[in-house]
């Protein structure tokens, strides 16, 4: 098995950036609004290796398609060319609020 070439770090940061895109494709279900631009998206980052971690949350801890979100994003994430495997986690730390939409998010919502 060969070892694999480590990323550098604007390697990395490029990467980071494919994968918010990508994750600027899902949508929660019930809002038109993509999960990026909703707030869900707390951190982006590529290790060395070219695993992409994200941490996210969900709009409520009781989401009736939370498990199905995340099954997206994992495959999103391990779909961006480059990456070689998704690590998604789920917290509630601190829990989400429509203050944590973007600017666009929330004028797509009728919040502002």
């Known amino acids: 098995m060969s070892e694999q070439k480590k990323l550098t770090p604007p390697e990395m940061t490029e990467l980071e950036t494919d994968i918010m895109n990508a ?12 999960i990026y631009e909703l ?3 707390y951190e982006i980052e590529v290790d060395p290796e070219a ?8 709009t409520s801890p009781n989401c009736p398609v939370a498990d199905s979100l995340l099954n997206e994003v994992r495959e999103r994430v391990a779909m961006v060319p ?3 495997e998704s690590d998604v986690e789920l917290t509630f730390e601190p829990p989400w609020d429509k203050s944590m939409m973007s600017e666009e998010a929330q004028l797509e919502l009728g919040y502002l």
Do not use: S
Not at 23 to 34: F, G, N, S
Not at 51 to 58: A, F, K, S
């Open 82 to 84: 480059g990456i070689t």
């Open 39 to 41: 707030g869900m998206i």
């Open 23 to 34: 994750l600027k494709t899902v949508y929660d279900p019930e809002i038109p609004v993509d």
């Open 51 to 58: 695993v992409g971690h994200v941490i996210m949350t969900l």
